[in-house]
Structure formats: structure tokens, C-alpha cells
């Protein structure tokens, strides 16, 4: 009796796995999401390179470990390893959620893209609709933002990658659900200024900035990077802001927007995000 109330007090384990992971402000975002719900659980940081993912995952899960965030870069590998999936993960072939079940399967979700539309047209205001819109990068995070962007009815949407070959196969991937150009970043020198662009592109995490030519930002473009900073613009919102963009936004918002989702994917309660985001941008 004394063990089962001892098993039914310890708090439900719930980790980010990714690499680098170190800077994520993912563990500080469910702790609060747990003390407004009144959820008992940890959320931990495990840091694994490509060749370490699976098995990191199967261990969390094996140690009594309930759900995982996954980041860069092993989205497309969770996609994978998950013996069933969301719809939203089904339609992106990526997965940034998993759940282990009662049954010890692992269900894989995908929460990034509803997480970046509810940032993008609830907390920031924008429309997509009609607009001229460009997305720069190809890998998992562009997977997870690509159907919503579709299904948004974009005027235009261009999708540029450093390696072409990867833009290419997401077009042919989404093609039922809208056009999509893809290019490569030279090619984006003479198509003019965009509504939106999104940096999808993982190029800021290690310090890059990629070769965007300036001339994709006019005066009323407005800027989005998927990635965030832990103080100040991250590479990619201070190219945009030197390029004259109207407006450039971190993606913190969708950090807080998609981790909400996986909450609910795990807890069934919908924490309110805007006191998160307001208590992570005052520090
Ligand atoms: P994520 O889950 O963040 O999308 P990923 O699947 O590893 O991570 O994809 C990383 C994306 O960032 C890719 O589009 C990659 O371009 P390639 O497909 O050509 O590899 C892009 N990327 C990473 N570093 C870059 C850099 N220095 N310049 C341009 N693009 C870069």
C-alpha cells in the first residue's frame, strides 16, 4: 500500500531530446504550463546526435519516461520511429511530439505548425491570405510549417534551400494541397520583395547566416524566425532588420503556441499561453 502511494506521488517524466539543447527554454515553458494546471511532472534536456537518437528515446521510455519534444535534427527520424502518428504529423513527415502508451507503443504528433499559425495570426495579428509568402530551409521545421501555410491560401509560396534536391521533394510532397515553388537561394535574386518570409533554415543554431540576397524584404515585409535567442535578435531577425523589414519577430511565440499543444496532447488540459510568453520575454 505505502509503495503504491509512493508510485502514484512521483511526478510523470517528460524530456526535449535534440542536439543542441542545451539553450531551450522548453523545460522552464512546461514548468510553468504544470504549476498553472496543477500537473505533477518533470521535463528534462537530452542531448543526442543522430546515431544516439533511437535508442535515447527507448531508454527515456523504457525508464517510465511518458512523452518527448524532439528537435533538431531528428524530427524526420521521430516521424519514423513512431508506430502511429497524428494527422498533422501524417501530413507533415515529421514528428516534434511522442507519446509512449499504455500499451508501449509510441504515437508521434506533429504541434509545430498549429504552434506557428497561432503565433503568427492570433498573438502577432498576420495575415496570410493573398500574401506573397517565401520559406527558407527544407528540413523538419519546414515540414511542420508547410500544410498550414498551404491551407492558409498564400497569394504565393516559394520555398527556397541551400540543397534544392530537398525543396523539391516537399513541393512533390504537398502538391495536393497547394502550389509551391521551389528554388534555390541564388535564385531569389531577381524575384522581388516577399509579405512574409520564414526562416526555417537551422543555419542561426551554429552561428551560420546563409547568403539571402536583401532584395527578398521590402519595406512592408514582415520577418519570422522559427528559431528563438536567449537575449537579443537571433542572426537571422537582425538581417532582417538591416534589411529594412517593417517587422521581425523570434519564434517564442511558437515555442510557447506548440509546447501548449504537446501539453494537451499529453495531459488533456490546454494551458494559457499568453502569461508564459509574457513571463519568458520579461526574462
Ligand atoms: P530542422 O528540424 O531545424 O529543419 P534539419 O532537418 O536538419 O533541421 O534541416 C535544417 C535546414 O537548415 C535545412 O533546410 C538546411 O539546408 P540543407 O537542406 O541544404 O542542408 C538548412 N541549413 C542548415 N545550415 C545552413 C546554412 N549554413 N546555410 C543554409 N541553410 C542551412
Redesign the pocket.
Known amino acids: 500500500m505505502i509503495r503504491r502511494m509512493n508510485e502514484a506521488s512521483r511526478p510523470d517524466r517528460y524530456a526535449l531530446i535534440g542536439q543542441p539543447v542545451h539553450h531551450s527554454r522548453s523545460p522552464v515553458i512546461h514548468s510553468l504550463f504544470a504549476k498553472q494546471t496543477d500537473q505533477h511532472l518533470t521535463y528534462e534536456l537530452i542531448e543526442a546526435s543522430p546515431e544516439e537518437f533511437e535508442k535515447a528515446v527507448r531508454d527515456f521510455a523504457a525508464d517510465g519516461g511518458r512523452g518527448m519534444n524532439v528537435?533538431?535534427?531528428h524530427?524526420?527520424a521521430a516521424f519514423r520511429l513512431a508506430d502511429r502518428r497524428g494527422p498533422d504529423a501524417e501530413q507533415a513527415g515529421?514528428v516534434n511530439t511522442l507519446s509512449f502508451e499504455a500499451d508501449g507503443g509510441i504515437r508521434g504528433d506533429n504541434t509545430d505548425g498549429i504552434g506557428f499559425l497561432r503565433d503568427l495570426t492570433r498573438n502577432l495579428g498576420w495575415s496570410l491570405e493573398g500574401r506573397r509568402v517565401l520559406v527558407l530551409?527544407?528540413?523538419?521545421?519546414?515540414?511542420g510549417i508547410l500544410p498550414k501555410l498551404l491551407q492558409s491560401a498564400p497569394r504565393e509560396l516559394v520555398l527556397a534551400?541551400?540543397?534544392l534536391q530537398?525543396a523539391e521533394e516537399l513541393k512533390a510532397r504537398f502538391r495536393p494541397l497547394g502550389r509551391i515553388d521551389a528554388v534555390s537561394?541564388d535564385a531569389l535574386d531577381d524575384v522581388g520583395a516577399f509579405d512574409i518570409v520564414v526562416n526555417?533554415?537551422?543555419?542561426g543554431l551554429?552561428g551560420?547566416q546563409?547568403p539571402f540576397p536583401r532584395s527578398i524584404v521590402g519595406k512592408s515585409t514582415r520577418c519570422y524566425d522559427?528559431a528563438y535567442s536567449r537575449g537579443g535578435d537571433t542572426p537571422f531577425v537582425a538581417w532582417a532588420r538591416a534589411a529594412g523589414a517593417a517587422q521581425a519577430e523570434q519564434g517564442l511565440g511558437m515555442l510557447v503556441e506548440q509546447a501548449a499543444e504537446s501539453f494537451f496532447i499529453w495531459r488533456g488540459i490546454r494551458p494559457d499561453t499568453q502569461s508564459v510568453i509574457r513571463a519568458l520575454v520579461a526574462g
Do not use: D, I, Q
Not at 530551409?137 to 515540414?143: F, V
Not at 526555417?200 to 543555419?203: E, G, K, Q
Open positions: 528537435t533538431v535534427p524530427k524526420e515529421a530551409g527544407a528540413g523538419g521545421a519546414a515540414r534551400n541551400r540543397t530537398r537561394f526555417a533554415t537551422s543555419a551554429k551560420e546563409p522559427l
